[in-house]
């Protein structure tokens, strides 16, 4: 049984990039999208970035509510 927590630091890994808080923060403020850009469509992922992020939201599964909390992150607030 798997008991990994699914949380910003794993999911950081999971695409490969660097995952300690302060690593993420400095992501999220330097990749904030405009509200017409989705997640899965910024220029800055890799193919295989998108990719993961896009099947990981269609299953609706486990990492689902993680990559929404990515996503709300890097869409700025009004």
């Known amino acids: 049984m798997d ?3 699914n949380t ?3 999911l950081f890994d999971q695409l490969g990039l660097a ?5 993420i923060d400095a992501f999220i403020a ?3 999208l405009p509200d017409d850009v ?3 469509d910024a220029d800055f992922w890799t193919p295989q ?10 299953a609706d ?4 509510m993680v990559v929404d909390e990515l996503n709300e992150r ?3 607030k009004k």
Request: proline share 3%; aromatic share 6%; hydrophobic share 35%.
């Open 30 to 32: 330097a990749h904030q």
């Open 8 to 10: 910003l630091e794993t």
């Open 49 to 58: 970035q998108a990719r993961y992020l896009k099947e990981e939201l269609r």
């Open 3 to 5: 008991m990994t927590q």
């Open 74 to 76: 890097l869409h700025p």
């Open 38 to 40: 989705k997640l899965i």
């Open 61 to 64: 599964g486990e990492w689902a």
């Open 19 to 23: 995952s300690d808080e302060a690593s």
